[in-house]
C-alpha cells in the first residue's frame, strides 16, 4: 500500500476500519517531509513527537472500540501564519520567528477534536503578503513539478505539501487568491469558503474583511470531508457567520442536470495565455456532457477588482500590523529609547514587500486621502458584490480560468510589483464580494505545468461548487496526477 496515494477519505476510512494504523500513516508522512522538504521547501517546521502520540491515542481507542471522529488518523499541514498551542507561529517573517501560541486557532481545535492529526506548519509569504512565496522570510518553497518555477502563495507552502505528497491534506488562508492562485499553479484542489463561514479566530490577519481560511486536498471529495470539520458559528470571531452547516459531501454524486454555469467573457480576454484558455475551455465541454449549460454573464466592475484590492487590502494590513511593535510577543531590536526600539524593530523584521504594502496603507488612510483612495475603494467593492448578486440571479456558478498563466519562474517578477499583483486578477473579486470559490486542476501546459479552474458560487453555497468540482473530477485525471 502507497500510503502517499490515498485520498483523506481513503485514510479515514482504513484508520476506522483497522486495515491502516494512525501511527503507520502518521510515520510515513514524516517520513516524507524528511526526505522531499529540503528540495519542496513546503514546512517550515514539524510536530512530529505531539503527531506520533496524538496518533498512538487514536490506535488506542480504535482498539478499545471508542467512536473514532470524522478525521480520525488524518495527517494535516497547517499554515504557519495560523496559530498552533506550543508551536512555533512565524507567519513566514523574522517578527515573529520566536512566537509560540498559548492556544490553538478555532480551525486547529476542530481538526484535532474531529480526529485529525497535524504534522507540521507550512511555510508561506510574510504576513501572507505575495504571490509566489519569494518573500517568506526564511526560504522560498518550490514548485513540486519543475523547481524552476514558483508553487505560488501566500499558501505556497501549504500547496507543495500536498503536491509533493508531504501531506494529504493542508490548511491554508485566501485574502485575494492565496488558497486558488498555488492550488492552480500545483495542479491541487483548492477552496475558498464565503467569507464567515470558517472562524478566522487565531489567524494572524492580514486584511480582517478579506481573509478566510480554507482546506487544499488532491480533490473535491476531500475538500468536502475538511470542510465538514472546521466551518460553523465561532463565538470568538465576531464575522463568523451562524449559517446552518450543511452536509457538503450530501451533493457530490447527484449529476449536473440543470445547473446554469456563468462565463465572464472579460476573463477570456488579452493576458490570458494560450494553454489556460484551451484547457478552460475543454472543461466547459465536459460540464456541459455532465448536464449543465452555460451562458454568458457580465461583471462590468471586476475590472476595477486589483485597483480596489490593492487600496483595501494595504489599508486594513497597516492597521493590523501595527501591533506587532517590539513591545509584546515579537521579536525587539536594541534600542536607547521607545521611538527608536520602535523603527528598528520593524526596519529589521519586516520584509520589504510587508513595508511597502503598511506604507502603502499608511498613505491611503492618512489625512486628506482617506475619501480619496480607501473610501471610494470601497465604493467600487460594493459595486462588485452588486455585480455578483445580479449574475447570481440567472446562474448556480461562475466559471473560468484561476490564474492567466501557468507558474513563473523565480525572480520572473521580482522587478515588476504589477505583474506580479496581476496573478490575482481573477480571484481577488471572491474576496471583495465575500463569495466562495474553488480551484481545480483541469490540464498542463506544454512544459508539464498544472493548470487550473476556478468555479465560483453565491453565498454560502459550497454544497454546489464542490458537487460540480467533484462531478468533474469524476470524468476528468488532472487531480490525480503527481509530480515525478
Not at 471529495?221 to 475538511?226: M, P, T
Amino acid at each position: 500500500m502507497q500510503i502517499e496515494n490515498l485520498s483523506a477519505v481513503e485514510i479515514v476510512a482504513k484508520v476506522t476500519s483497522g486495515e491502516l494504523s494512525a501511527t503507520d500513516c502518521t510515520q510515513h508522512f514524516l517520513d516524507q517531509i524528511s526526505k522531499l522538504n529540503d528540495d519542496n521547501g513546503g514546512f517550515l517546521s514539524t510536530t512530529e513527537q505531539l503527531a506520533i502520540q496524538t496518533a498512538e491515542a487514536i490506535d488506542a481507542d480504535r482498539a478499545a472500540g471508542k467512536k473514532l471522529g470524522p478525521l480520525a488518523g488524518l495527517p494535516v499541514a497547517v499554515k504557519d501564519g495560523i496559530c498552533t498551542q506550543g508551536q512555533t507561529t512565524t507567519a513566514g517573517s523574522k517578527m515573529l520567528s520566536k512566537f509560540v501560541p498559548s492556544y490553538d486557532a478555532t480551525i486547529v481545535q476542530r481538526l484535532k477534536a474531529d480526529g485529525a492529526i497535524v504534522i507540521g506548519k507550512t511555510n508561506m509569504d510574510e504576513f501572507a503578503m505575495g504571490s509566489s512565496t519569494e518573500n517568506s522570510a526564511y526560504f522560498p518553497a518550490k514548485n513540486p513539478w519543475n523547481h524552476e518555477h514558483v508553487p505560488g502563495g501566500s499558501s505556497g507552502g501549504s500547496a507543495t505539501a500536498v503536491a509533493a505528497q508531504m501531506a494529504p491534506v493542508s490548511i491554508g488562508s485566501d485574502t485575494g487568491g492565496s488558497i486558488r492562485q498555488p492550488a492552480s499553479f500545483c495542479g491541487i484542489t483548492g477552496l475558498k469558503p464565503t467569507y464567515g463561514r470558517v472562524s478566522r479566530f487565531g489567524l494572524i490577519a492580514f486584511a480582517s474583511s478579506l481573509d478566510q481560511i480554507g482546506p487544499m486536498t488532491h480533490s473535491a471529495e476531500d475538500a468536502a470531508l475538511v470542510m465538514q470539520s472546521i466551518s460553523g458559528h465561532d463565538k470568538h470571531d465576531s464575522t463568523s457567520a451562524v449559517d446552518e452547516v450543511p452536509d457538503f459531501s450530501a451533493k457530490l454524486n447527484q449529476p449536473l442536470d440543470g445547473l446554469k454555469i456563468g462565463i465572464c467573457l472579460d476573463h477570456f480576454g488579452d493576458g490570458l495565455s494560450d494553454s489556460v484558455r484551451n484547457s478552460v475551455n475543454d472543461s466547459i465541454e465536459v460540464l456541459k456532457s455532465l448536464g449543465a449549460t452555460c451562458q454568458d454573464i457580465e461583471l462590468p466592475y471586476t475590472k476595477y477588482a486589483i485597483a480596489s484590492y490593492y487600496v483595501i487590502a494595504p489599508c486594513e494590513a497597516s492597521s493590523n500590523l501595527s501591533r506587532f511593535d517590539g513591545v509584546r510577543y515579537t521579536n525587539r531590536a536594541a534600542a536607547d529609547n521607545l521611538t527608536d526600539m520602535y523603527t528598528h524593530t520593524r526596519g529589521e523584521h519586516f520584509g520589504n514587500e510587508v513595508k511597502n504594502r503598511i506604507l502603502l496603507g499608511t498613505y491611503a488612510l492618512s489625512s486628506g486621502y482617506y475619501d480619496a483612495y480607501y473610501l471610494k475603494a470601497s465604493k467600487v467593492r460594493r459595486m462588485i458584490k452588486n455585480d455578483y448578486d445580479k449574475a447570481f440571479e440567472s446562474v448556480d456558478l461562475i466559471l473560468g480560468p484561476t490564474v492567466p498563466s501557468t507558474a513563473f519562474k523565480f525572480g520572473e517578477h521580482a522587478s515588476d510589483p504589477i505583474a506580479m499583483y496581476l496573478a490575482d486578477i481573477y480571484t481577488v473579486s471572491a474576496n471583495l464580494a465575500g463569495v466562495p470559490a474553488i480551484s481545480i486542476p483541469c490540464g498542463f501546459d506544454d512544459g508539464g505545468l498544472p493548470i487550473g479552474m476556478q468555479l465560483q458560487a453565491k453565498r454560502f453555497d459550497e454544497s454546489t461548487l464542490l458537487q460540480a468540482a467533484h462531478q468533474y473530477q469524476t470524468q476528468t485525471d488532472f487531480h490525480q496526477q503527481r509530480p515525478s
